[in-house]
């Protein structure tokens, strides 16, 4: 049984597209969140949630919107896409201090 | 703030060889640090810990890292490196429990036979 789990795992759009990236973790975290790795790899987050309720919102465009319907759930809705949107999404869940991450999705914008 | 500094972007070993992977840490509140691997194409999977219990810290896979607050480092290491530990390392802080970590800018680490 997979702990974090992501869909898709490859995601491949037009320009000003509108998607979303789901996520779902069977651990019973109450914290979950959304890091974004770039070209060069480093990561960054962009949202924290704890028990459905947003704690964390790095500088990140409007156009990305998470969504959290439950807590064991983290959804990331992206409108009108741009290239500079094509990066890996990582979503994570914690437990303590200890994060455990989903296998990423690769949003390709083109 | 809190921040970590990966000290060489690429390190390069012979199999067999010593691994040692820098980080240093910036912190005004005693931290929690992390080391993470990622393979090609894979999400991140936590190698050790430190949560001020121990200084010196085990991992897995034969990897382990001391913490040494008088030089704010979370060196890693491993003793013999292995063709299978070719990937890239970040290592992480945060504040505490339910707070973000904060990644290093990675370290590539090739294994050469």
């Known amino acids: 049984d997979t702990a974090v789990s992501q869909t898709p795992k490859y995601l491949v759009t037009q320009m000003g597209n509108d998607k979303s990236i789901k996520c779902e973790q069977n651990?019973?975290?109450?914290?979950m969140y959304w890091y974004k790795q770039d070209s060069k790899k480093f990561l960054k987050i962009m949202f924290s949630y704890n028990n459905k309720e947003l704690i964390i919102n790095e500088t990140v465009p409007n156009r990305f919107s998470p969504k959290s319907p439950d807590k064991a759930h983290l959804n990331l809705h992206i409108n009108s896409l741009e290239l500079g949107d094509s990066a890996v999404y990582f979503c994570?869940?914690?437990?303590?201090?200890?994060?455990?991450f989903g296998q990423g999705t690769r949003l390709t914008v083109v | 703030a809190q921040s970590v500094t990966q000290l060489g972007s690429h390190v390069s070993v012979s199999e067999g060889a010593l691994v040692l992977l820098r980080c240093n840490y910036s912190?005004?509140?005693?931290?929690?640090l992390f080391w993470y691997v990622q393979y090609p194409n894979q999400g991140l999977q936590l190698l050790l810990k430190?949560?001020?219990?121990?200084?010196l810290v085990k991992g897995i896979n034969g990897f382990e890292a001391e913490f040494k607050k008088s030089e704010t480092s979370f060196h890693l290491t491993k003793p013999s490196a292995h063709m299978s530990d070719a990937a890239e390392y970040f290592c992480a802080v945060t504040k505490g429990a339910g707070t973000a970590l904060i990644f290093g800018k990675g370290t590539t680490l090739s294994v050469s036979s």
């Open positions: 994570a869940s914690s437990i303590e201090t200890e994060a455990f």
């Open positions: 651990l019973g975290h109450d914290t």
């Open positions: 430190y949560t001020s219990a121990a200084t």
């Open positions: 912190s005004s509140v005693p931290p929690y």
